[in-house]
Structure formats: C-alpha cells, structure tokens
T-cell receptor
C-alpha cells in the first residue's frame, strides 16, 4: 500500500511569491492534516480535514494561507504571498479510524 | 503551541547502550504517542499508550506513563546506529479522541557505531 505522497519535496522561492504544496493521502483515509515544522521543533497543526470539510483551521494564518480538499481526497496548501518566516517543512498526514497518523515525507520550503 | 516537552533535547550514546527520553505534558490526555523522524523524512509512529496504562512494550521499545506526574518515558534498549533520529512525543487531549495531536519539540538521538 502506498503511503502519503507529497510534492514537491523541495521548493525555493523569493519572498512575496506564491507557492503551493500537494498531498495525496493513503487511500480510504478520511482525515487529512497539514502541519508546519520549523527547524528544531515538533510539527504544529495548521488545518485538519474530515472528508471535504475543514473542521479545525484555527492555527491557519488566513491572511496568506489557504487550503482545499476537493472531493475529499487530495489536498493543496497555498501560501500567497510567502514571507521569510514561512521557511519550514510542511507535512501532510492522514488517518482513518485508528488513533495513529501516517505522515508524508514533507515539502521543505525555503523563502529567500 | 506545543504541549509536550522532551528531555533531553539531544542525546549521544554508543551502539549497544540504552537510550532514555522523557516527555512532560500539561493537560489531561486520552493517550500519548511516540513518533520517530529520520533526517529529511516524515514522522513514523512507534507506540501508543493510553491514559489508563502504565507501561507498554514493542520490540526494543518500552514506554511508561505516569499521569499523576504528567510524564512519559521512552526507552530504546540495545541501540543501533539505525536508531539515530529525532523522537517526538504527541498527546491526544482527553475527551477529543485522537483526532488532535500536539507534538513536543523532540529529542535528537545520535547512536555512534
């Protein structure tokens, strides 16, 4: 069974540019998470989806971040415009029923 | 915000030795989970311990939970070079199932061959 797939793996952009990350969760997993992980820190939740519905986006900086999960499968996370402080690893995770989350490899973003 | 605090922040041991990492948290939990992250990779689930359990084993891993002290420990016995990674504890709040996990800052373990 394929794991959580994320792309791109790495992205370098200049500040004020837009950027988008894509996540394909494990087949059949209804719950999808986006986390941000700063260097030397643990992951911090940005948004959680249950199927198509964003049920917790309280930590998502809504002035520049947006996310969508059309059809309740794949998801995209967008930043527009990016700032220097957005440099981090963006992790996607999914789960279904069980209590553990399955993580993708992450997208490492560097904003110059 | 991060609920858990791992201790130590970094740990370096020789292959074959045991490694112990600790995690403290602040609020009541439903369960506590440990994850491993190899450099440049995503997190991998290791073990889950529920609030009514005190100890759990999985292979070379032993996890303890003391809810009165709001703390947990992860013991890796007979460490190997492949155990080199960052280890995170994550807590699921009481009453909310495990939909929401809050991660600590992690312990960076280096196992020297």
């Amino acid at each position: 069974e394929a794991g959580v797939v994320q792309s791109p793996r790495y992205k370098i952009i200049e500040k004020k540019q837009p950027v988008a990350f894509w996540c394909n969760p494990i087949s059949g997993h209804n719950t999808l998470y986006w986390y941000r992980q700063n260097l030397g820190q643990g992951p911090e939740l940005l948004i959680r989806y249950e199927n198509e519905e964003a049920v917790d986006d309280s930590q998502l900086p809504k002035d520049r971040f947006s996310a969508e999960r059309l059809k309740g499968v794949d998801s995209t996370l967008k930043i527009q415009p990016a700032e220097l402080g957005d440099s981090a690893v963006y992790l996607c995770a999914s789960r279904q029923g069980q209590e553990t989350q399955y993580f993708g490899p992450g997208t490492r973003l560097l904003v110059l | 915000s991060q609920q858990g605090e791992e201790d130590p922040q970094a740990l370096s041991i020789q292959e074959g030795e045991n490694a112990t990492m600790n995690c403290s948290y602040k609020t009541s939990i439903n369960n506590l989970q440990w994850y491993r992250q190899n450099s440049g990779r995503g997190l991998v689930h290791l073990i889950l311990i529920r609030s009514n359990e005190r100890e759990k084993h999985s292979g070379r891993l032993r996890v303890t939970l003391d809810t009165s002290k709001k703390s947990s420990s992860l013991l890796i016995t007979a460490s190997r070079a492949a155990d080199t990674a960052s280890y995170f504890c994550a807590t699921a709040p009481q009453g909310a199932g495990s939909y929401q996990l809050t991660f600590g800052k992690g312990t960076k373990l280096s196992v020297i061959p």
